[in-house]
């Protein structure tokens, strides 16, 4: 009998203060894009650094997605200047995200970053960042409008043009897409072995795929988590996501 469990997709979560105390969260958007859209059960990876082991939480995961967030990597990680007064980090998920992409892709585990989850993934395979985006010159307005409604803020902002051919190609079969944006950060040097997926008009990348990865590995800037039900194209996206997370946890069980 063939095993036809939910595949157990992690989901990285920020720190982030509850008056005095920290807690580890992930928006709802995530949880219920992995759970609905890729078909997936959900399991919050707290953003503890050092005290998890990537290798154990590997060894249980059939997926990862990389949320979104309001802090950004810090810079010593690409060898960046020092951010801006006021810049938010969150070192403990640095320190578990950046050893979780770089493993998950050794053991062929599937894996989508989101926004501050693609910047990750540049980041761990030796990209750079630019830090604030609208301020660089030559790109279009990619943050959002903090004082409109979410449905405005998450609404579609610029079209992107998909590379033909490649991994979201094969996955949404668009050759163009409209998405939403709300990003300050972008990609400044590409890391080696990311290969460009989608572009913005402003020449910008938005999405990467891992060129030696064995499975699904994708990053966009974008954030198709929201609502995900109801756009096809980023339905199309988690979709895939989830079909290469089934794959993976229909393999046997290794036996000790």
């Not at 707290?46 to 990862?64: F, K, N, V």
């Not at 062929?108 to 030796?126: H, T």
């Amino acid at each position: 009998m063939s095993d036809t469990r939910q595949p157990l997709i992690g989901i990285s979560c920020c720190t982030t203060s509850v008056g005095p105390h920290p807690f580890h969260m992930a928006g709802e958007k995530y949880i219920l894009a992995a759970l609905q859209g890729a078909g997936g059960l959900p399991l919050l990876i707290p953003a503890l650094g050092a005290h998890l082991s990537s290798d154990a939480l590997l060894e249980q995961l059939d997926g990862l997605l990389l949320t979104g967030s309001p802090s950004n990597v810090e810079p010593h990680h690409y060898s960046g200047p020092a951010s801006a007064p006021g810049t938010e980090h969150d070192p403990g998920r640095d320190a578990i995200t950046l050893p979780l992409i770089r493993g998950a892709v050794e053991r062929g585990i599937p894996l989508l970053g989101i926004c501050r989850g693609f910047q990750e993934m540049n980041v761990a395979f030796g990209g750079s960042l630019h830090q604030r985006l609208h301020e660089v010159g030559g790109f279009i307005e990619h943050r959002e409008d903090t004082s409109q409604p979410l449905e405005v803020q998450y609404g579609p902002a610029h079209e992107v043009r998909i590379e033909p051919g490649g991994l979201l190609d094969r996955a949404t079969g668009c050759s163009s897409a409209q998405v939403n944006s709300l990003h300050t950060q972008g990609v400044d040097r590409l890391a080696p072995g990311l290969q460009p997926e989608a572009v913005a008009p402003d020449g910008l990348i938005e999405a990467f795929s891992v060129s030696s990865a064995s499975t699904f590995a994708l990053g966009v800037q974008w954030h198709p988590e929201w609502k995900v039900m109801e756009n096809p194209f980023y339905l199309r996206i988690f979709k895939a996501f989830g079909d290469a997370c089934r794959v993976r946890a229909a393999r046997p069980k290794r036996t000790v």
